[in-house]
């Protein structure tokens, strides 16, 4: 029997999987793709290392923070800030600097200033996003920004940072505190895209004696007395004394039945996913090496070359992620959002399609199992306890207060090995 089981192998999993294991349960990772890191796994071809999409490591996040405190190496680097801005169907430079910001011809000098001033408050310890936990963003920016433009640019700005289009649901204290981040830290591009950190992970956790398993779908988990049956997809039987479902919330309320925890059901039914249309293009070189970034403002649309600031293609080669952020609820996927995207690739580098050495077009990435909203009277993100079920714990994109992203995913991942910890022995929840 394994002290802990952990269903899922992406982020959150390899986490908690770490610290389990690195506190001395015997614990066992199960993923069912063939492959471990889920969203977070790096697909190579020819040399060029692809992501599933754009991703990107916040230097002033949780998980930065986490992956540091394990050991987990970092290497990339920061991609420059400058850029340029699509707006009415026109490239204008895109204002990430005080002298940008003053010669950008995509604001008025009334937009400039309340740009300046948007920048000056989010990025003060005084400022408080907390406070505006359950306003959606887009009532505060009804309330603080006026500018037409000023409103695009800021927008713009909190979809990059929290990869979200959806400003009348998600909540502005959460989108604030992660453009803080973003502005304070920066982010990193990871050398060999994310399959770096996921085998960093694995390696810390095998090392600490976790089983990883790929291939082990799992089908249910029955809780029997204070243990459980985890039953595979296979027809294969372990047992365990507890249990983290590092997944959605639909597997994790499905796996242990219906009605058996209503709050897990209710996450599963009120989830509302965060989705992208991701086209990521290899090039054997770029038609236009200074144009590093765009960002849309009247469109949700990004552009980034990750090659330059990542070891992530043959010498000469690029990797370029462009992305399209959908509204959230998910409405139906237009036909034409590959070509949408293929068009702004064009507009930043006009002949890429004679240099095209890998292209994959994403339809419908999810990115986020569900997004930070403002819902007043809404349910409260879960917790990793949040199931009432003993020895039952989720992790995942969707659990803990605010955080976006692999932040969640990660922090997740730590705060239930530490329940599961304190379940089976309160002595052993300080070593995580």
Request: one cysteine or more.
């Given at each position: 029997?394994?002290?802990?089981?952990?269903?899922?192998?992406?982020?959150?999993?390899?986490?908690?999987?770490?610290?389990?294991?690195?506190?001395?349960?015997?614990?066992?990772?199960?993923?069912?793709?063939?492959?471990?890191?889920?969203?977070?796994?790096?697909?190579?071809?020819?040399?060029?290392?692809?992501?599933?999409?754009?991703?990107?490591?916040?230097?002033?996040?949780?998980?930065?923070?986490?992956?540091?405190?394990?050991?987990?190496?970092?290497?990339?680097?920061?991609?420059?800030?400058?850029?340029?801005?699509?707006?009415?169907?026109?490239?204008?430079?895109?204002?990430?600097?005080?002298?940008?910001?003053?010669?950008?011809?995509?604001?008025?000098?009334?937009?400039?200033?309340?740009?300046?001033?948007?920048?000056?408050?989010?990025?003060?310890?005084?400022?408080?996003?907390?406070?505006?936990?359950?306003?959606?963003?887009?009532?505060?920016?009804?309330?603080?920004?006026?500018?037409?433009?000023?409103?695009?640019?800021v927008e713009a700005l909190i979809r990059l940072s929290t990869y979200t289009n959806a400003p009348?649901?998600?909540?502005?204290?959460?989108?604030?505190?992660?453009?803080?981040?973003?502005?304070?830290?920066?982010?990193?591009?990871?050398?060999?895209?994310?399959?770096?950190?996921?085998?960093?992970?694995?390696?810390?956790?095998?090392?600490?004696?976790?089983?990883?398993?790929?291939?082990?779908?799992?089908?249910?988990?029955?809780?029997?007395?204070?243990?459980?049956?985890?039953?595979?997809?296979?027809?294969?039987?372990?047992?365990?004394?507890?249990?983290?479902?590092?997944?959605?919330?639909?597997?994790?309320?499905?796996?242990?039945?219906?009605?058996?925890?209503?709050?897990?059901?209710?996450?599963?039914?009120?989830?509302?996913?965060?989705?992208?249309?991701?086209?990521?293009?290899?090039?054997?070189?770029?038609?236009?090496p200074e144009r590093g970034f765009a960002l849309g403002l009247d469109q949700p649309l990004y552009?980034?070359?990750?090659?330059?600031?990542?070891?992530?293609?043959?010498?000469?080669?690029?990797?370029?992620?462009?992305?399209?952020?959908?509204?959230?609820?998910?409405?139906?996927a237009a036909a034409d959002e590959a070509r949408e995207l293929e068009a702004f690739l064009d507009?930043?580098?006009?002949?890429?399609?004679?240099?095209?050495?890998?292209?994959?077009?994403?339809?419908?990435?999810?990115?986020?199992?569900?997004?930070?909203?403002?819902?007043?009277?809404?349910?409260?993100?879960?917790?990793?306890?949040?199931?009432?079920?003993?020895?039952?714990?989720?992790?995942?994109?969707?659990?803990?207060?605010?955080?976006?992203?692999?932040?969640?995913?990660?922090?997740?991942?730590?705060?239930?090995?530490?329940?599961?910890?304190?379940?089976?022995?309160?002595?052993?929840?300080?070593?995580?």
């Open positions: 029997m394994d002290d802990v089981i952990v269903i899922g192998g992406g982020l959150a999993g390899l986490t908690a999987g770490a610290y389990l294991a690195g506190a001395g349960l015997a614990t066992r990772v199960l993923e069912r793709a063939g492959s471990l890191g889920g969203r977070a796994d790096t697909h190579v071809r020819d040399g060029f290392h692809f992501n599933l999409g754009p991703h990107a490591l916040y230097r002033a996040g949780a998980a930065h923070a986490i992956l540091t405190e394990l050991g987990v190496p970092l290497s990339g680097a920061s991609p420059a800030t400058e850029g340029l801005a699509l707006l009415g169907g026109e490239l204008h430079a895109l204002p990430t600097s005080p002298r940008g910001l003053l010669g950008t011809s995509a604001l008025g000098a009334r937009g400039k200033l309340e740009v300046a001033r948007f920048v000056a408050v989010v990025g003060s310890r005084a400022a408080g996003p907390e406070r505006w936990a359950r306003a959606s963003v887009a009532a505060w920016l009804d309330e603080h920004v006026h500018d037409p433009r000023a409103r695009l640019f009348e649901l998600v909540s502005a204290g959460a989108a604030l505190a992660q453009v803080r981040r973003a502005l304070r830290g920066g982010v990193i591009y990871l050398d060999g895209g994310w399959r770096g950190l996921v085998e960093g992970l694995a390696d810390l956790a095998g090392r600490a004696g976790a089983v990883l398993e790929t291939q082990a779908a799992v089908r249910a988990v029955e809780v029997r007395g204070a243990e459980f049956r985890i039953t595979l997809d296979s027809g294969r039987e372990l047992d365990a004394r507890a249990v983290v479902v590092a997944g959605s919330p639909e597997l994790a309320a499905r796996l242990l039945g219906a009605g058996r925890s209503p709050a897990l059901d209710a996450a599963a039914a009120n989830a509302v996913p965060v989705l992208a249309a991701c086209l990521d293009v290899a090039l054997t070189s770029l038609p236009c552009y980034s070359v990750h090659s330059k600031s990542a070891a992530l293609a043959p010498h000469g080669g690029a990797i370029i992620h462009v992305a399209k952020y959908l509204a959230s609820p998910a409405t139906a507009l930043l580098q006009p002949g890429w399609r004679e240099h095209l050495a890998q292209r994959r077009f994403l339809r419908r990435m999810v990115v986020q199992h569900d997004l930070v909203r403002a819902d007043r009277d809404g349910p409260p993100r879960p917790t990793a306890t949040a199931a009432g079920v003993p020895g039952y714990f989720v992790a995942g994109d969707w659990v803990g207060p605010g955080a976006f992203l692999a932040d969640a995913a990660v922090a997740s991942g730590r705060a239930a090995a530490r329940a599961a910890l304190a379940h089976l022995d309160p002595r052993l929840a300080s070593a995580a």
